[in-house]
Structures are given as structure tokens and as C-alpha cells.
Nanobody, 125 residues
Framework: DVQLQAFGGGLVQVGGSLRLSCRIS????????VGWFRQAPGKGREGVAC????????HYREFVKGRFTVSSDNAKNTVSLQMNNLKPEDTAVYYC??????????????????WGQGTLVTVSS
């Protein structure tokens, strides 16, 4: 039974930092690509970052490059998203998701098979 649990969201001021984590059970990071997505109020879901290739290769959307860092702990089967220099437009529900196999990456949400429940990040100005 595959489960992804995202946690670590909260309220932070502009310029602050948060670290999200995604705890995974039912598959291993060596076999799957894991991505972080977000959905702001009234907007569609968008890919933010993902990690592939057995947790060794990271990919970012342009609007988070230099501010967000995705990493994995294969021993703990956990993927994290470190978010620095947060902006009001980063306010959203953040989701982690996974698809087989880790040789590929994608920011298209329809490529992902498994999804976590989401964690809310609110950036106040």
C-alpha cells in the first residue's frame, strides 16, 4: 500500500524559510521520481521541483531556482523541500507525488501515480 505524507507547512513571513518533508511508504526512492507540486487559491496545480535518478538528480522550475532545494534521504525514504527567501506568491498547498521510474523526471501532474495529502504554506507580507 503506497502512502505519501507531506508535512512541515505553516505560516512564515516574507523572506523566511520552511522545510517540507514527504515520508514515503510502499515504494523506494531508488525506483521512483518524486516531485513537489503546489496549488495556490484559485489557481491550478503546478510543479515546483522533483528528484530523480535514484535521488541523485534534482530539477526546478525557474520561479524557485536559487530559493528552493529538493533532497532525499534514501535510508529514511523521505524527500524534503527546503524553501528559502519565501515570497507571498509561494503561498499554496504543497503536495508531494511519485511516479515510476526514476530515470525520468516531469513537472506534469498527470505523470504522477501517487499523491500525498498536501500541507499548507502561507507567506505573509
Amino acid at each position: 500500500d503506497v502512502q505519501l505524507q507531506a508535512f512541515g507547512g505553516g505560516l512564515v513571513q516574507v523572506g523566511g524559510s520552511l522545510r517540507l518533508s514527504c515520508r514515503i511508504s510502499g515504494f523506494t526512492l531508488e525506483d521512483y521520481t518524486v516531485g513537489w507540486f503546489r496549488q495556490a487559491p484559485g489557481k491550478g496545480r503546478e510543479g515546483v521541483a522533483c528528484i530523480s535518478n535514484r535521488g541523485t538528480t534534482t530539477h526546478y522550475r525557474e520561479f524557485v531556482k536559487g530559493r528552493f532545494t529538493v533532497s532525499s534521504d534514501n535510508a529514511k525514504n523521505t524527500v524534503s523541500l527546503q524553501m528559502n527567501n519565501l515570497k507571498p506568491e509561494d503561498t499554496a498547498v504543497y503536495y508531494c507525488a511519485g511516479f515510476y521510474d526514476s530515470r525520468y523526471f516531469s513537472f506534469a501532474d498527470n505523470q504522477y501515480e501517487y499523491w500525498g495529502q498536501g500541507t499548507l504554506v502561507t507567506v505573509s507580507s
